[in-house]
């Protein structure tokens, strides 16, 4: 087979599935991209988009919070405690999440509401 066998995972569900020519994702040492016959790796994904490059075609992005991306032959995983496919992401209520956290006090917890609520806008953006 000549694809990438492609899993999105969140922690309640399969979000998409399915053979792609190419995968872009963020990992905490940079953007990395998998075509087929990548070496095999494990890294960890931070607050950001995931492209997803089908076969046919069409490019589905994702937002997705820290996780991990393995690839081991073919086959890539994306594990996420929360990822969502950017048509299904409410940019009005992203941007609401943006403003909110701004007005937090510094902390971790305010960068990473942050990193995700901007992750989630620019997902959106990218389909619209």
């Not at 990438?4 to 792609?20: C, I, M, N, Y």
């Not at 490059?53 to 995983?77: H, K, N, Q, Y």
């Not at 299904?88 to 609520?117: K, N, Q, V, Y």
Request: charged share 25%.
């Amino acid at each position: 087979m000549s694809d990438l066998q492609v899993e999105l995972v969140a922690a309640d569900r399969t979000v998409w599935s399915g053979s792609a020519t190419m995968v872009i994702a963020r990992t905490v040492e940079g953007d990395v991209g998998v075509l087929r016959g990548h070496a095999p790796m494990l890294s960890l994904l931070t607050e950001a988009t995931v492209e997803i490059t089908e076969v046919d075609g069409p490019v589905v992005v994702a937002a997705v919070d820290a996780g991990f991306l393995s690839v081991a032959g073919d086959r890539v995983s994306i594990l996420s405690e929360y990822a969502v496919l950017a048509q299904d992401i409410e940019i009005d209520e992203a941007r609401a999440e943006l403003d909110a956290a701004h007005g937090l006090p510094t902390s971790d917890e305010r960068e990473l509401r942050i990193r995700r609520a901007e992750a989630r806008i620019r997902a959106a953006e990218k389909v619209s």
